[in-house]
């Protein structure tokens, strides 16, 4: 394989509005992110990708874009950015920009002169009459925020799709000049520096039709937009046109994708693509239903992604998930959980993923009533179940939206114990978490040389020196359902990582001739591992 900076360096995930602010308005911004680099440098991560901080009405925090070549005020300027490109690459980190071209906001310049039916623009989106005289929307999909896909213009007597928020449009990539635009952002920013897109909801930027899709509880209509063979054939033309010709990664969110289309989307396409299958675990096929989480299931979804896929995007957090410490382990044993996750992620065959705050072991929030939740599609969702549910108790309406309120990853990060978790002076713009902060921070994780903090620092630095876990392939052993042991090797050398997935105290099978290099639970001695403790992993470098 050959050496590819993203395949030796961990992405870490940036949501900049809560990261850091430097100016005491309650709001993260660029000069924030300035400030920690050092921070991060020291951790050891090669990538930063951060969430959109283009120009926006915020109605998603960022995800409707109004002006995809300038920086919303709350975030910075265009200067700053440079500054921060620049100050990442003294570091020998590179910048990741969040690419959002499925929608565009409602206020950007393209929509509000799409209005105009004369208006070349008109066609960028999908204006469509209704049907029943105009008076219902023009087909019957559904808005993944839920309800109807279409919202009706008065003004212009038409529906426009939108596939997530009303203020989330579609564009309509059958139109020339829609994938010349797009392409002129990618061109602007690689330019700039950045070293390439984590691309949002990409897998469903082309529609076959718009026709009536088969009537489901979730989702109706997306077999005439997900995973379409036009997609391919957009996503194959910015590869040609731009991402072949810039030193530059590219990672799909691809929504609802199993392994072999996975392998479509990443010939000549895009470098990488999330999966999420694993992320899901607890969640039924109606997303408001929650199942039982079960380690030895992870273990199966883990196995049949890295034995069938060269590469993989290794992940157990991002802006959208709950914090994986509770959801994977126990808040009882929030730092062996934790260590366990942080040992997947570094040894697993792929380019591994940490988001901001899993490096220190963040938890989830607590919501007492819906008015506590900023997440949009919280709120929508709320009332959704409300009227399909109406005889539902509070407490069960809550407890089913509070399984897809993107609120919890999205509290301020914890750098010390301070009001506000030293994230900002001001009170910030989304609810914080003081009595998580208490538990854990930035600050007492750099004091303490057994935190979660020093094992992921410390597994970074062993990826980075053992080029055989980055390169390297990996075979997995049989053993218990709850746990999880593997080979990663090439060559000249081989480690072996070994796993405990549950809570249980489970007896070792794994005596391997050589040398533990990093345990969980500070073992030294290969002997003394008769039983595998709770959460337990280490890492051993074979003779």
Not at 379 to 401: G, L, N, R
Not at 527 to 541: A, G, Q, R
Request: glycine letters at 4%.
């Amino acid at each position: 394989m050959e050496k590819k900076f993203y395949l030796e360096n961990v992405v870490y995930q940036i949501y900049p509005r809560s990261f850091c602010d430097s100016n005491g308005d309650g709001i993260g911004d660029i000069n924030g992110i300035i400030s920690k680099l050092d921070y991060l440098q020291d951790l050891g991560v090669g990538i930063l990708w951060l969430s959109p901080i283009y120009k926006s009405p915020l109605d998603d925090i960022g995800y409707d874009v109004s002006d995809y070549m300038d920086i919303h005020p709350d975030y910075g300027t265009l200067a700053d950015m440079d500054n921060l490109i620049s100050e990442a690459k003294k570091r020998g980190m590179r910048i990741v920009m969040d690419l959002v071209v499925n929608h565009t906001s409602d206020e950007h310049a393209w929509f509000i002169a799409s209005k105009d039916i004369n208006s070349p623009y008109h066609k960028f989106y999908y204006w469509r009459k209704g049907r029943a005289n105009n008076k219902k929307p023009p087909n019957n999909w559904d808005s993944m925020f839920s309800g109807s896909a279409w919202k009706y213009d008065k003004d212009v007597d038409m529906w426009y799709l939108h596939l997530y928020g009303e203020k989330q449009v579609d564009l309509d990539y059958h139109n020339e000049e829609v994938i010349q635009e797009v392409e002129k952002i990618l061109k602007f920013w690689l330019d700039r520096g950045v070293y390439g897109f984590r691309c949002d909801v990409i897998n469903q930027i082309y529609k076959t039709s718009l026709a009536n899709g088969r009537k489901r509880l979730y989702m109706t209509g997306k077999e005439h937009y997900l995973n379409q063979p036009g997609n391919h054939l957009i996503l194959k033309r910015f590869y040609d046109d731009v991402f072949s010709k810039y030193d530059c990664f590219t990672v799909g969110e691809t929504y609802n994708i199993d392994i072999n289309e996975t392998k479509k989307f990443v010939d000549h396409e895009l470098t990488m693509c999330f999966n999420f299958e694993h992320l899901n675990l607890e969640r039924a096929k109606i997303p408001v239903f929650k199942k039982k989480y079960r380690p030895a299931t992870l273990k199966k979804v883990i196995k049949k992604w890295q034995e069938n896929l060269d590469w993989n995007t290794n992940v157990f957090e991002n802006h959208d998930q709950h914090r994986s410490i509770e959801r994977f382990g126990s808040l009882d044993y929030y730092e062996e959980s934790g260590k366990m996750l942080a040992m997947l992620l570094l040894t697993l065959r792929g380019t591994p993923y940490i988001y901001q705050g899993e490096e220190i072991g963040m938890a989830d929030n607590s919501y007492a009533s819906l008015d506590e939740i900023n997440d949009i599609s919280a709120h929508k969702v709320y009332a959704q179940i409300k009227k399909i549910f109406p005889f539902f108790s509070e407490k069960k309406i809550m407890e089913m939206v509070d399984l897809n309120n993107r609120d919890h990853s999205r509290t301020p990060m914890q750098w010390d114990d301070s009001m506000y978790g030293g994230f900002s002076t001001s009170k910030p713009w989304i609810k914080d978490n003081p009595v998580d902060c208490q538990r854990t921070n930035v600050k007492k994780a750099l004091a303490d040389p057994t935190s979660l903090f020093h094992f992921y620092k410390e597994l970074i630095r062993i990826r980075k020196d053992n080029p055989v876990l980055s390169y390297g392939k990996i075979r997995f052993l049989p053993a218990n359902k709850n746990v999880l042991a593997y080979y990663r090797y090439d060559n000249n050398d081989s480690f072996l990582v070994v796993v405990n997935l549950a809570k249980k105290k489970i007896k070792n099978a794994f005596y391997e001739d050589g040398e533990i290099v990093l345990s969980s639970y500070q073992r030294k001695d290969l002997l003394s591992l008769d039983y595998l403790m709770p959460y337990e992993c280490y890492l051993v470098k074979c003779k």
